[in-house]
């Protein structure tokens, strides 16, 4: 508002100018003396005066392109609340509730089913109003309209083609179709079209042309025969019991939960119902979504396998561990034979015995039968003891032995390797 209609305008428009502008930083009771129509007129304005410059690609579901409603939906229902009676405005309803719905719940989502994507009654006059404009077509012009039957028939087809297209998305439902009956009226337009066959006058929609849509379904289908399909489907939901008596339930929804869901909506006959009925199914879900992820950290609790003690298995005087590691040799398992005093091996020859036969297994060399501690045993009791060659060929042509005492002879090679 500029300062020369300011100057001439009334009082109770600038004040509804200051009140609109700062709406949100009134307290709700100081709007528990709005008439209605005082209500609306402040609305209106509040509607103008937050119209973007810019409008967003994003916000197409909120009015005039916006990114945000121009009043958040914990303002707008502090003020209904403290003043009942603003809560009866329609235009509240349309400018304001609605963006607030599109905004917070996401169409084609758990949150917000399609069959909850619109109010009661919103879904319900737009069926109407589809059932009324069918028979209309068929309707011939008069006066100046029979100059232009081309441009009429060319508006008809368009406006027919939307009409077929919000039936296709609409989620269609057994109370929809008795409330509305869109049935009737599309069965009357499919049979008035075969009855009269090719030769439909002028002015009638061309049914027969081709109207591309995204549902795989009614794609490359002429505007009679989706209708057809849609007759048969609306058929075939007539017919149905439980869940399948409603079209658009979620992958997400349950039945039990799809016809809960039908039951709510038909008590939403605006906007701001619809908004709360969406709230309290929000918190719903989270609650029994924390519920059931409750239960299944409680089942992984008592249904996994606790160790609640260990034992090691013992085999004589030797720990069951000795015996895989060492094998039954008693001087490497710490078992009976193993001396402790000075003819015994101390802890770090048993290690180095432990890592020599390990280091044979890998290699893949066979272990010696005898171990230095029998040889030692031999030599100071006088046995002789027959040293192994390490050849495995067995051939004594290019060997020479030497005696070492005690018994013992040293086998070498006669001549030395190539």
């Known amino acids: ?155 008809r087809t368009k406006k027919l083609r939307s009409h077929i297209q919000v039936l296709i998305t609409s989620p269609m439902s057994i109370p929809l179709l008795s409330e509305s009956t869109i049935g009737k009226a599309v069965k009357k337009f499919i049979k008035e079209c075969k009855r009269h066959g090719s030769k439909l006058p002028a002015w009638v929609p061309e049914v027969n042309g081709i109207h591309d849509t995204p549902n795989p379904a009614y794609r490359g289908k002429s505007l009679l025969a989706q209708m057809e399909i849609l007759l048969s489907s609306w058929k075939t939901l007539a017919s149905a019991s439980g869940a399948s008596t409603c079209h658009g339930r979620h992958r997400n929804t349950s039945e039990e939960q799809h016809m809960q869901d039908l039951e709510t909506v038909q008590q939403c006959m605006d906007w701001r119902k619809l908004f709360a009925a969406l709230s309290q199914r929000e918190q719903l879900i989270i609650k029994s979504r924390g519920a059931k992820m409750r239960r299944i950290r409680e089942d992984l609790e008592s249904d996994r396998h606790k160790v609640q003690s260990t034992k090691t298995k013992q085999m004589g005087n030797r720990k069951l561990g000795s015996r895989l590691l060492y094998g039954d040799a008693p001087e490497l398992s710490g078992g009976q034979g193993a001396g402790t005093g000075a003819g015994g091996l101390s802890k770090l020859g048993k290690l180095r015995k432990a890592s020599n036969a390990q280091n044979a297994r890998v290699v893949g060399k066979s272990l010696p039968k005898t171990s230095t501690f029998g040889c030692s045993v031999a030599s100071s009791t006088g046995q002789k003891r027959k040293v192994s060659s390490g050849f495995s060929n067995g051939s004594t042509k290019n060997q020479r032995n030497f005696s070492i005492g005690d018994g013992k002879k040293l086998t070498l090679p006669r001549k030395k390797r190539k």
């Open 1 to 155: 508002m500029s300062e020369v209609q300011r100057k001439f305008s009334s009082l109770a428009s600038l004040c509804q100018h200051v009140i609109a502008k700062n709406l949100e930083r009134y307290p709700p009771e100081c709007f528990c003396s709005l008439a209605e129509n005082e209500w609306d007129s402040i609305v209106r304005l509040k509607y103008k005066m937050t119209d973007p410059k810019i409008k967003t690609v994003n916000g197409g579901l909120l009015s005039g392109g916006r990114s945000k409603p121009m009043i958040n939906d914990k303002d707008i229902n502090s003020i209904e609340s403290k003043n009942p009676l603003l809560a009866k405005s329609k235009l509240a309803d349309s400018l304001v509730w609605k963006d607030c719905v599109n905004f917070r719940f996401k169409t084609e989502g758990s949150s917000r089913p399609r069959i909850m994507r619109c109010p009661w009654g919103v879904q319900v006059s737009k069926m109407q109003q589809i059932a009324n404009d069918l028979p209309l077509f068929w309707k011939e012009p008069k006066g100046e309209g029979l100059d232009n039957v081309e441009a009429i028939n060319v508006a």
